[in-house]
């Protein structure tokens, strides 16, 4: 006999529905979310390397400024997670945007690098706690089928919003000695965007339930199937309030810790090798001598190529599975980045520059695909948010680290240690747990 609809949860009824407007502006509000956020990451990297030529502050002072956005953004994703298994997924991403949004305006008028510093770890609350929230909340609303395809999308707007900052550090920060001011002035666009985030999007259904609030729940559901044009049943079996405890230590529990474990060590290593490379990627290429505008120009080049490899880690994580996408693509980051560290001449920098961007970002989305899998509702946004936030604390350090390493072996020591970090994130994903196609935990 087959089940009727009635006998469904209203988390079986979101698995079992198709594709709906109702779903796009959910993925697409919290995408355009997610861009800005990448944006303002991105445009960090060719404010230092404009920094560097016009201010009297040397290196490791430069390395401050990114550090210090990472160290607030380590705080932000762990407090965020909390908060978002607290008072709400919606809740907390609109308030993130704003944070950051506010915050990202006032550094464009930093006067010193104490300023900017201070600054960019007050962006950096706000920037950490937003991508894990959101990737949560999306996750809650995709069908299990498509899951992590539609995780990998969502992560996909990182490349648009990173693309957008290289646009704006070729057309807008060499136009002046105060270029860099005016496209952090660009920067404050999510608080804006964040009055739609609270006003258009709905809450996860999975956290309402948890909460106990049935009728919110069943208003969001009901919505999605009349969009879907499907029926609107009662459901027969009320999925149960969850009141068990969603602290940290949950996530070290018998049933959580392996994955944890795993999990952390994976963000640690991709942040780490990440944005080691990217954040100076502008500022090596000027040490390589080139010119502010050339390497610009090159950032960019190589940046586009996030986008491909976004492509195929949104087809491929359904194909073949979260763990085999996300190891693959971080060896090829390994073995690109290897390279890149030795290249000499401009075809080399550019193909090998590419292929690193194309698998480090591809790696990028099947992580987020696999995290909020993890994890049942109670401690979903807490482990997604803690993962990230362990992961910050490499972000923290890896800039810090480059200069050193340039001074001691040249371009080819930095990269050369980003290949072998990233393979050990290639073998830590080895061993989680694949859930491609199965529902979420509730």
Not at 110 to 139: C, D, M
Not at 159 to 169: E, N, P
Not at 404 to 432: E, M, N, Q, R
Request: contains cysteine.
């Amino acid at each position: 006999m087959t089940e009727t609809p009635a006998a469904r949860t209203r988390s079986q009824r979101l698995d079992a529905l198709p594709w709906t407007r109702k779903h796009s502006r959910i993925l697409g509000g919290s995408g355009v979310g997610w861009a800005l956020d990448a944006m303002d990451v991105g445009l960090i990297s060719f404010v230092i390397a404009q920094l560097a030529v016009v201010w009297p502050a040397d290196a490791s002072q430069l390395g401050f400024v990114a550090s210090a956005g990472f160290f607030g953004m380590a705080i932000g994703a762990s407090v965020g997670g909390l908060l978002a298994d607290k008072l709400g997924r919606r809740q907390v991403f609109a308030i993130t945007l704003l944070i950051y949004g506010i915050f990202t305006g006032l550094s464009a008028l930093s006067l010193s690098v104490g300023a900017l510093i201070a600054l960019r770890f007050l962006v950096g609350l706000g920037l950490g706690a937003e991508l894990p929230v959101a990737s949560t909340l999306v996750s809650e609303f995709a069908p299990a089928r498509i899951r992590g395809r539609i995780i990998v999308i969502l992560e996909s707007f990182w490349a648009v919003g990173w693309t957008a900052a290289a646009l704006i550090g070729y057309f807008v920060i060499p136009t002046s000695d105060d270029g860099w001011r005016w496209a952090l002035a660009l920067g404050a666009v999510p608080a804006v965007w964040a009055i739609f985030v609270r006003l258009r999007l709905p809450e996860s259904v999975r956290f309402l339930e948890a909460k106990g609030r049935h009728s919110e729940a069943e208003k969001i559901v009901a919505e999605l199937e009349s969009a879907a044009k499907v029926g609107t049943p009662q459901p027969a079996t009320e999925a149960l309030d969850v009141a068990a405890s969603s602290s940290i230590g949950t996530l070290f529990g018998a049933p959580l810790r392996r994955r944890t474990i795993s999990l952390w060590l994976v963000w640690f290593c991709v942040n780490f090798a990440y944005y080691g490379a990217f954040i100076w990627l502008p500022t090596l290429l000027v040490a390589q001598g080139f010119s502010l505008v050339r390497s610009f120009e090159y950032t960019l080049i190589i940046t586009l190529a996030q986008l491909p490899g976004y492509a195929a880690s949104a087809w491929l994580v359904e194909k073949w599975g979260r763990r085999v996408t996300l190891a693959v693509f971080l060896a090829g980051s390994a073995v690109s980045a290897g390279f890149f560290g030795t290249a000499s001449d401009v075809p080399t920098i550019l193909a090998f520059g590419a292929l690193m961007s194309f698998f480090n970002l591809g790696a990028w989305g099947a992580l987020y695909a696999v995290t909020p899998e993890l994890y049942p509702t109670r401690v979903r946004g807490t482990g997604a948010g803690w993962a990230a936030g362990f992961g910050r604390l490499a972000s923290i350090i890896a800039p810090l680290c480059v200069p050193a390493l340039l001074a001691a072996g040249g371009v080819a020591l930095p990269f050369g240690a980003f290949a072998g970090v990233f393979a050990v994130a290639a073998i830590a994903a080895l061993t989680l747990p694949d859930l491609r196609g199965k529902a979420l935990e509730d």
